[in-house]
């Protein structure tokens, strides 16, 4: 750690996708990192090879949901699954709401979007975390190989009220509306079944403002050098679980979601340059140190030493680009985050971190074990989230996501 860094944190507080890949003008089928826009009537199909939300390009508004399953029985918690999946197929297609009448009881709908329920761009991608397969249900033989709860790295302050969870429902859509309507039909539909145990909404800039990735909350471009989702061998190198888990699980892929908080008040008051030799690229443009366009290659070959791109900035750790570590690339698919300030009055925003890969050990911790101890660790502490398995899609209207797990 720098002495200016060290000085600037003394006497401050602790801290604790679908078979079909949509195309929307101006926005390339090779960056599922990119946030674009959309429309009310936008479909995006429930059913499918694989989940919708995976390789979908981002929307503008995210809801990650976790729950814990209250089932009394392995139909119990099966007969609940499908309901979920009943309910996001639905709410993805869109219908008209039954609002109910005065005197009725309940209402079947929240009424949040009013009397009909435009898709809006929605996708529901369901995910099981390594819990779902405890002694409970009997699942046990076919948790997926790699499934596991999320492990601590050094330098995470996990609190354990945001993290794991048997089942979590990722919600994306392109207004905010939709998805609280949607979270709460979803709630609605597996009560009794899913408790609630930690949540977290995030969201996008607007692509209007500029091209390429959209930027984190540090201000910099985030999800700049995402693997291609439109080349099919690499998704299935890279994303897809092939023959190394059960047979039901095939064509599913691993989900990290991780809740990181930046400390924003401390990196304010960091000079640009010194913040971007930690990160390794201009913030303005976004381009690699050197180079003067963001999907420039930072061409480490030209710099072994590290005198234009640190050889501890984060990109050149997250990824070295080297023919050992190429393996190791994730799929990014973040969203920012902003929810109050704390009991030390500082503000709680930072990067609701989610990658998707085929093996969580070769990939995502491979990232993060060379991440360890980065300069960038005195401004950004890990605080939830949790590892989970999104089965392969619901392969017609009377499947669900998940019934392959109870066949």
């Avoid at 709460?184 to 977290?200: C, D, E, M, N, Q």
């Avoid at 690499?234 to 888990?245: H, I, N, P, R």
């Avoid at 009991?343 to 360890?372: C, H, K, S, T």
């Amino acid at each position: 750690m720098s002495l200016r860094r060290r000085e600037l944190l003394v006497g401050g507080a602790a801290l604790g996708a679908g078979a079909a890949i949509r195309q929307l003008p101006g926005v390339s089928r090779a960056d599922a990192a990119a946030p674009v826009e959309g429309d009310l009537s936008e479909s995006i199909p429930f059913e499918g090879v694989h989940q919708a939300g995976v390789l979908t390009p981002r929307p503008r508004h995210a809801i990650f949901a976790s729950f814990d399953s209250i089932a009394a029985s392995r139909l119990e918690l099966a007969e609940g699954l499908r309901a979920l999946s009943e309910s996001a197929r639905e709410l993805t297609a869109g219908y008209d709401a039954l609002l109910g009448s005065p005197g009725e009881g309940p209402t079947p709908d929240s009424g949040v979007v009013g009397p009909r329920v435009m898709p809006d761009g929605l996708t529901v991608t369901i995910g099981f975390g390594a819990s779902l397969f405890d002694r409970r249900y009997g699942l046990g033989p076919r948790k997926p190989r790699g499934l596991k709860p999320m492990t601590t790295f050094p330098d995470d302050s996990l609190v354990a009220a945001e993290c794991h969870g048997d089942v979590q429902v990722q919600l994306c859509a392109n207004t905010e509306e939709t998805l609280l309507n949607a979270l709460r039909a979803v709630s609605r539909a597996t009560r009794g079944v899913l408790g609630p145990r930690w949540k977290i909404e995030g969201y996008l800039p607007s692509p209007a403002r500029e091209t390429g990735a959209g930027r984190n909350l540090l201000g910099f471009k985030d999800g700049t050098a995402n693997p291609d989702v439109a080349n099919q061998k690499t998704m299935d190198a890279l994303v897809w679980a092939g023959q190394e888990t059960p047979a039901w699980a095939r064509g599913g892929t691993y989900q990290v979601t991780r809740i990181i908080r930046n400390r924003v008040e401390f990196w304010d008051r960091v000079s640009r340059s010194e913040q971007e030799l930690m990160i390794g690229r201009d913030k303005a443009a976004g381009a690699p140190l050197g180079k003067s366009r963001e999907l420039d290659d930072p061409d480490y070959d030209s710099d072994p030493k590290g005198e234009r791109i640190p050889t501890d900035a984060h990109i050149r750790l997250a990824r070295p680009r080297t023919a050992e570590t190429e393996g190791s690339r994730i799929l990014r698919r973040g969203y920012n985050y902003s929810r109050g300030i704390d009991e030390a009055d500082q503000l709680d925003m930072g990067l609701v971190f989610v990658a998707f890969q085929r093996d969580l050990e070769r990939q995502f911790e491979a990232v993060q074990r060379r991440l360890a101890g980065e300069p960038l660790v005195d401004y950004i502490v890990p605080t939830g989230g949790g590892y989970f398995f999104v089965p392969p899609a619901a392969r017609d209207s009377q499947d669900w996501v998940g019934s392959g797990l109870f066949a």
